[in-house]
């Protein structure tokens, strides 16, 4: 198509957009922790910007196939208009919740989680959806180089990470480079990327899907499930979602006190997948998808043995954080370039498996289980320092698969 390349960079601003709002949002947690939510909690929340894109990405491929890639985009952008709207009205919501008499400081805390968990469930809904759409869309309109257009298509995600994670560095927290200013503002940011999107798309012709436009049966769309290699994938993708989002999820906050701001950590790193998520092409033709992804799994995880050791020498952290980085840049993309590649039959479906589960493995597991992992570590050393006041912040109760908050 003409237009092939104006909708390959509306695709990538869709990710943009949700890099934009996860890194503010990964940054937010001392200023949600004075609304009196702990670190369990927020993990939670986070959580919950991963199991609604899981849910949704697992249908999104079959919606996409009903009714088309344009109608479903624009639906994805008004519904990410409205989470942007939630999250801008949250703190003055809290206020009126606190200075109301009838409600407690834990009902008002806990009003504001319901809140903000809403509005980040609908983010991720959004981004589900823009799932289901931009991957097809764009290895249907570069199907003579997927895994290249689809690895520039994902640097969105860290180029959306960059951007939101300068404006929480330079407007966040009481540690911001220039000044700080109200958390909603700076989550609510990514809304100006989206009416970019609208203002691009709303003209422009979409080419049909794939099995719209071969007429493909239902069963054929669903074939990549008899395959034993697919559920292998998805397995496996399940685990890249684990590794690679469960951690940015959290490094924001589990840097805290070993770098200055942060935030620079995610920059930096979101910086090195944007830039070597455009070198992918070259790399795939001397050594085959198959071969990258190998590759980059060995990568990682020496990267995040690394990143997890005991250390404060921002040298090491740093050092640590290029080695995963460098590992994690192509295995989310490269693997819907796998899917799409072997299994056209399948269009959207197969790349939006994959998704969900990489997604869901996120917002059902690693999150809370990080932030569990994380109060309890928490717990631990403040027992062992200061046991009376250690005492005053056990709740009795098991956050996630036995870790206590």
């Not at 969105?156 to 330079?170: H, N, Q, R, S």
Request: aromatic share 10%; charged share 10%.
């Amino acid at each position: 198509m003409e237009n092939r390349q104006k909708l390959l960079i509306a695709s990538f601003l869709t990710l943009v957009a949700a890099g934009v709002g996860f890194a503010t949002r990964g940054a937010a947690g001392p200023a949600w922790a004075e609304m009196g939510i702990t670190q369990a909690q927020f993990g939670g929340i986070m959580g919950a910007g991963f199991v609604g894109f899981g849910v949704v990405i697992l249908v999104g491929g079959f919606i996409v196939e009903l009714l088309g890639y344009k109608p479903v985009l624009l639906l994805s952008v008004a519904l990410h208009i409205v989470s942007a709207v939630m999250l801008y009205l949250a703190p003055g919501m809290y206020d009126g919740w606190v200075e109301d008499t009838s409600v407690s400081a834990e009902d008002a805390t806990s009003k504001v989680i319901s809140l903000l968990t809403a509005s980040v469930f609908i983010f991720s809904i959004c981004n589900g959806l823009y799932e289901g759409v931009i991957n097809p869309l764009v290895g249907q309109l570069y199907p003579e180089n997927q895994t290249h257009y689809l690895n520039i298509l994902h640097a969105g995600w860290p180029g959306g990470m960059v951007i939101g994670g300068l404006l929480a560095a330079c407007f966040q927290n009481k540690d911001a480079w220039i000044s700080e200013i109200p958390w909603e503002i700076a989550l609510s940011s990514y809304s100006l990327v989206l009416i970019l999107i609208l203002l691009m798309t709303l003209k422009e012709e979409f080419p049909p899907t794939v099995t719209s436009k071969s007429n493909a049966s239902v069963a054929l769309l669903f074939s990549c499930f008899a395959s034993v290699p697919f559920l292998v994938l998805v397995v496996i993708h399940g685990l890249i979602g684990y590794m690679e989002l469960g951690v940015d999820s959290w490094q924001t906050r589990l840097m805290e006190g070993l770098v200055e701001n942060s935030v620079v950590v995610l920059i930096y790193t979101s910086i090195l997948m944007f830039i070597l998520r455009f070198c992918a092409g070259p790399i795939v033709h001397k050594i085959n998808p198959i071969g990258l992804l190998l590759a980059s799994s060995v990568i990682a995880i020496a990267g995040l043995f690394w990143l997890s050791m005991d250390t404060t020498s921002v040298i090491v952290i740093f050092a640590a954080a290029t080695l995963y980085s460098l590992g994690k840049a192509f295995l989310w993309p490269t693997m819907l370039a796998v899917a799409g590649e072997r299994y056209p039959e399948s269009g959207a479906v197969a790349m939006s498996t994959l998704g969900a589960a990489g997604m869901l493995t996120v917002g059902l597991g690693a999150t809370t289980m990080i932030g569990a992992q994380q109060s309890e570590e928490m717990y631990k050393h403040l027992n062992e320092t200061a046991p009376a006041v250690a005492s005053e912040y056990v709740t009795g109760q098991n956050s996630f698969l036995g870790y206590a908050f």
